[in-house]
């Protein structure tokens, strides 16, 4: 592995999404509308830790993608890709907080598609450590 950086980062991203999706799923009281997809494909027997999921799990895995997309950065130096695969978790923190389910619907899917996007066509690097791009580099 060439990058552990880029590895631990592309990891994390997933992970976090993972782990916010289902601490969702496992949520009953609170975002019946993504738990009965959860039920249906066998999760609900997560929603005998509710709370813990709903308090602990899902901000955490949102932190989590926030922290690999931030470190991710520094890694392929695409803002937009930053951008985009921070907006997802944002969307979830502000909707666990403000108690608003569609927002965290909304980062839900955001994270997912960000997760599946960075799957089919992963980030690379666009500029090198000296401010060049790659192709004036290649030219050298």
Not at 34 to 45: M, P, T
């Given at each position: 592995?060439a ?5 631990l ?12 999706v289902?601490?969702a799923m496992g ?9 009965s ?6 999760l609900?027997?997560?929603?005998q830790?509710e ?7 899902l ?9 690999a ?5 520094f890694a392929h ?6 951008a985009?695969?921070m907006?997802g978790p944002v ?5 666990r ?6 927002i965290?619907y909304l ?8 997760a ?6 992963p980030?690379?690097r666009?500029?090198s450590v000296?401010?060049?791009?790659l192709?004036?580099q290649?030219?050298?």
């Amino acid at each position: 592995m060439a990058n552990p950086l880029r590895f631990l980062t592309r990891l994390g991203d997933k992970a976090g999404s993972l782990g916010a999706v289902a601490s969702a799923m496992g949520c009953a009281v609170c975002y019946p509308a993504i738990a009965s997809i959860g039920a249906a494909i066998g999760l609900g027997f997560l929603s005998q830790w509710e709370g813990v999921l709903f308090h602990v799990v899902l901000p955490l895995s949102a932190a989590l993608v926030i922290l690999a997309n931030g470190l991710g950065w520094f890694a392929h130096r695409q803002w937009h890709r930053t951008a985009l695969g921070m907006i997802g978790p944002v969307l979830v923190l502000i909707g666990r907080y403000s108690l608003i389910r569609g927002i965290v619907y909304l980062g839900l899917a955001v994270m997912l598609a960000v997760a599946i996007w960075d799957l089919v066509s992963p980030a690379h690097r666009r500029c090198s450590v000296d401010g060049g791009t790659l192709a004036d580099q290649a030219g050298r």
